[in-house]
């Protein structure tokens, strides 16, 4: 890149980040010490804030620059994220949303805690959320460090290992001095700019091709060296039986985790009602339906105006797809519209990645703070704070991330995604689900289906071809792959829900029908809830 791209880069990144740390240190300044303030916001966001939130919180650095990636580099088959991504809201619209509100206070296991033994419960679904959360926030790493990489012109691994530290080290800022409401806010302006510079890369694209899309499809299956077979299944996921199991394997998790994702469900507690929640609900599916339709046309647009090879010579994982598409509508390099169009889009894709990894260590410091902390605090030790320990939880959570980002730094970032989808589908839904349908669900069965789907799923990763064995793999040099399958949520989703009903079925527990009367009311209705 040349010097005007990243002079101009970096003054709109730091114009960002000050924008971010004024809202931050201004709220800092309000009255926050109570749980229900830095947890929540107070509970004063309104429907459509809280929508647009949601919105800034799931259109991550994998769906801006790895998904438009994927379909620059395999057409069709990059379409299955897009697919999964939306169809999730549905679960999340008709059986999460109102429901989570009425029957939580801040957590996911302060769900499943209403009826069951909470100790127990809340050590278990604390644990998984974190390590989702963790996973997550790997991929937005990763993502940081490809996109600065190519801002600065510099693939060395101390540039990657550099902006990797330094995002870490803002998102325990923002987390640490603004709590949810700064968090909130900075997830309502990054995805205020993020549809902004979608809309006008997607106006750009289609006006290149006087709107003709046939003309756009078959251009970038031309560039793309596949010809017809890009536009069709099977480029990435229909080489042999266990691409196409693959296939199915990552839809379902797609599908299913976004309804298990700890730092989604949170943001339903920042609304006043249940009802307000299901408004909010319904905002978010607008915005990010509207997101990635377009996302859509800018990796079409990808393959057509920038060609799969020079993508991949960028990032092999296809992670710069959207900077590069803009440098050539603006001009092409050294242009200045092609200057200007670049470094847009590289701040709104930092903005992004910021924005994304501030509410996912918001939401795994509760779990560690509200859960664990609480859970396994001894009883007569000295009581500190549940919002000293959150605050120094995003510390800790945020010094792993940064390891673990440096260590997956060449990974697709949207498939990084897919795995924490996977691990959120597998260990949180299954509890979530039996907690508010299932009568006769017990402790033990909580434990179980939250254990059963979480190591599983975590050991069948290790196991794949992502850890070991093949050429991208994290360790290339060894092998102990044993499990064929890039994405285990095929078999740790049913073995999440197999070890919730096996644990309940077995389990000496009489269910407390008390207790699950009050849940069930308290859940449709909203009575008694906080």
Known sequence: MTGHHQALALLLFSAFVAVTLGITTWVSRKRHGSAEEFYAGGRLFSPMENGFAIAGDYMSAASFLGVTGLIALFGYDGLLYVVGFLVAWLVVLFLVAELVRNCGRFTLADVIAARMSERPVRIAVGTSSVTVSVLYLVAQMVGAGS?????????????????????????????????????????????????????????????????????????????????????????????????????????????????????????????????????????????????????????????????????????????????????????????????????????????????????????SSASVAHDLYASLRRPHARRRSEVGVARTAAV???????????????????????????????????????????????????????????????????????????????FPGVDFQYFPLQNPGIVSVPLGFLAGWLGTVTSDEVPDEARHAETEVRSLTGAGAV
């Not at 989604?264 to 997101?291: E, H, K, N, Q």
């Not at 290790?462 to 064995?469: A, E, F, M, T």
């Open 147 to 363: 996109l600065v990489a190519l801002l600065l012109g510099r693939t060395s691994e101390a540039a990657q290992a550099w902006t990797v530290i330094g995002v870490g080290a803002l998102m325990v800022i923002y987390v640490s001095l603004g709590g949810m409401r700064a968090t909130t806010w900075i997830q309502i302006v990054k995805a205020v700019l993020l549809l902004s510079g979608t809309v006008a890369l997607t106006v750009l694209v289609l006006l290149r091709f006087h709107g003709d899309i046939d003309r756009l499809l078959l251009t970038a299956a031309e560039r793309s060296g596949h010809g017809t077979a890009f536009l069709v299944p099977g480029l990435k996921y229909g080489g042999s039986w266990s691409a196409r199991v693959d296939f199915i394997s990552l839809g379902l998790a797609l599908v299913l985790g976004t309804a298990g994702l700890p730092h989604i469900l949170s943001r339903f507690y920042t609304v006043p009602t249940a009802r307000a929640a299901r408004r909010s609900a319904v905002w978010s599916i607008g915005l990010i339906g509207s997101f990635y339709l377009m996302t859509i046309v800018l990796g079409f647009g990808a393959a057509a105006l920038v060609g799969p090879d020079a993508v991949r010579a960028s990032n092999a994982s296809g992670n710069t797809a959207v900077p590069l598409l803009a440098l050539d509508l603006g001009g092409g390099a050294g242009s200045t519209g092609g200057t200007v169009l670049f470094a847009v889009v590289a701040a709104v894709a930092f903005a992004t990645i910021l924005a994304v990894v501030a509410g996912i260590t918001l939401a």
């Open 396 to 474: 800790g959570i945020g010094v792993v991330a940064i390891a673990l980002g440096l260590l997956a730094r060449d990974m697709n970032v949207a498939f990084l995604v897919g795995l924490a989808f996977a691990v959120a589908a597998s260990a949180n839904l299954p509890v979530l689900l039996y907690s508010l349908f299932w009568r006769n669900f017990t402790t033990r069965g909580a434990v179980w289906a939250v254990y059963g789907g979480l190591v599983p799923a975590l050991g069948l990763v290790v196991l794949s071809p992502v850890v070991s064995g093949s050429p991208g793999a994290l």
